[in-house]
T-cell receptor
Framework: DQQVKQNSPSLSVQEGRISILNCDYT??????FLWYKKYPAEGPTFLIS?????DKNEDGRFTVFLNKSAKHLSLHIVPSQPGDSAVYFC?????????????FGTGTSLTVIP | EAQVTQNPRYLITVTGKKLTVTCSQN?????MSWYRQDPGLGLRQIYY???????DKGDVPEGYKVSRKEKRNFPLILESPSPNQTSLYFC???????????FGPGTRLTVL
């Protein structure tokens, strides 16, 4: 059973506009959330993270928002650039009694159109 | 250059023939992990290790073994591979607790 879900397999956005990628999770005990970006034929690379005690974290063009009551997080990319075209994975760290296990979503493929 | 290396990058094998995929990192990371990526299922954690001689099961450990005898190496062992283990495998490492993992380039395994 998928504990971290990314319900949009793909997203297309015009260059310069905002990209919003969404992620939902089921386990309220997750304490840390991360976004990874993956280009074809490469491993994922870390993008941005947020602790469950915060509701927003910003790093340059990337902002992650966490809504714990809705068990929802989102990644905003502003402005979107063609180099942002990649697959984005949302991940969550499991509760402490599971050790340091990580759960990933299925990914959203972002295409930024020049 | 800080990196996670995996070997081989591509492997085609037959059912039942034992194989090992190696993983090595040069960042002195405590945490190492193996994932498999399958269409429609995303990345799923197979095993992880918090430090030398400490390993734990992830979400999908069945059919896999790991060992962590040295800090830098974390091999993935398939004792008797089956076709359902055909997948893209990633090794990753990070400092303690697994945040911000650095991923290797992936190993594409096909089991016939």
């Amino acid at each position: 059973d998928q504990q971290v879900k990314q319900n949009s397999p793909s997203l297309s956005v015009q260059e310069g506009r905002i990209s919003i990628l969404n992620c939902d999770y089921t386990n309220s005990m997750f304490d840390y959330f991360l976004w990874y970006k993956k280009y074809p034929a490469e491993g994922p690379t870390f993008l941005i993270s947020i602790s469950s005690i915060k509701d927003k974290n910003e790093d340059g063009r990337f902002t992650v928002f966490l809504n714990k009551s809705a068990k929802h997080l989102s990644l905003h990319i502003v402005p979107s650039q063609p180099g942002d075209s990649a697959v984005y994975f949302c991940a969550a760290r499991g509760p402490s009694y599971t050790g340091n296990q990580f759960y990933f979503g299925t990914g959203t493929s972002l295409t930024v159109i020049p | 250059e800080a990196q996670v290396t995996q070997n081989p990058r591509y492997l085609i094998t037959v059912t039942g023939k034992k194989l090992t995929v190696t993983c090595s990192q040069n960042m002195n990371h405590e945490y190492m992990s193996w994932y498999r990526q399958d269409p429609g299922l995303g990345l799923r954690q197979i095993y992880y290790s918090m430090n030398v001689e400490v390993t734990d099961k992830g979400d999908v450990p069945e059919g896999y073994k790991v060992s962590r005898k040295e800090k830098r190496n974390f091999p993935l062992i398939l004792e008797s591979p089956s076709p359902n283990q055909t997948s893209l495998y990633f090794c990753a490492s990070s400092h303690f607790q697994g945040f911000e993992q650095f991923f290797g380039p992936g190993t594409r395994l096909t089991v016939l």
